[in-house]
C-alpha cells in the first residue's frame, strides 16, 4: 500500500477511506480492467458479425485494454495468481470469468448451429479459450519488443479459430 500511496499522491488514511484493504483495491482494480475491455467488446461487436469475428474481437479488446492500461492487465493477472489466498479478489476474478465464460459459449453455440465451427464441448472449449487469454495478458510483458501487438492477439485468435473450423 505503501507504493501506491506514493505514487498517487495520497495519504495512507486517505487511500483507507476509500479502500477498506488491499484486497478491496484489488478488486477495484480488476473491475476497472474488466470494463476497458468490455467496451472494447462493445465497440467491436455488430449485429451481424460472424462467430470467428465476435471471438476475433474478444482478443482484441483483451490485447487493446493491455496495451492502452498495461498497469490494469497487470494487476489482473497477479489477480489471478493471488485470488486463492484473497477471497475478495477470488470473487471479482470469478464473475469475470463466469461472463466471460458465457460470452464465449454463447458465441461457440452460435458458430456451431451456423456451421461455422464443428460441434464439440462448448464448455469446454470455452474454459480453454479463457485460458488462452488469461496466459496472454500474463505473458504480454514478456513479449513487449519481441511480437508487435496487434499481431499476437490476432495470431492467437486465428490459431484458435483454425481449429474450431468444422
Known amino acids: ?99 466471460l465464460h458465457a460470452y464465449i459459449s454463447q458465441t461457440l453455440t452460435y458458430g456451431i448451429s451456423r456451421g461455422e465451427f464443428r460441434p464439440q464441448p462448448v464448455e469446454t472449449i470455452a474454459s480453454h479459450i479463457l485460458a488462452a487469454l488469461d496466459g496472454a495478458v500474463v505473458q504480454r510483458p514478456i513479449l513487449i519488443g519481441h511480437v508487435r501487438e496487434p499481431l499476437q492477439w490476432n495470431v492467437i485468435a486465428n490459431s484458435i479459430l483454425i481449429l474450431l473450423q468444422p
Do not use: T
Request: net charge neutral; glycine share 10%; proline share 2%.
Open 1 to 99: 500500500m505503501d507504493d501506491i500511496v506514493n505514487a498517487a499522491g495520497l495519504s495512507k488514511g486517505g487511500l483507507y477511506w476509500h479502500f477498506k484493504s488491499k484486497q478491496a483495491l484489488l478488486v477495484a482494480l480488476c473491475q476497472a480492467w474488466w470494463e476497458i475491455v468490455r467496451e472494447g467488446m462493445a465497440k467491436a461487436a455488430r449485429e451481424d458479425q460472424s462467430a470467428g469475428d465476435r471471438l476475433r474481437a474478444l482478443f482484441l479488446a483483451v490485447g487493446r485494454g493491455s496495451a492502452a492500461h498495461p498497469e490494469l492487465a497487470r494487476i489482473h493477472a497477479e489477480g489471478l495468481f493471488i485470488g486463492g489466498r484473497a477471497p475478495e479478489v477470488m470473487a471479482c476474478q470469478r464473475a469475470i470469468y463466469d461472463e
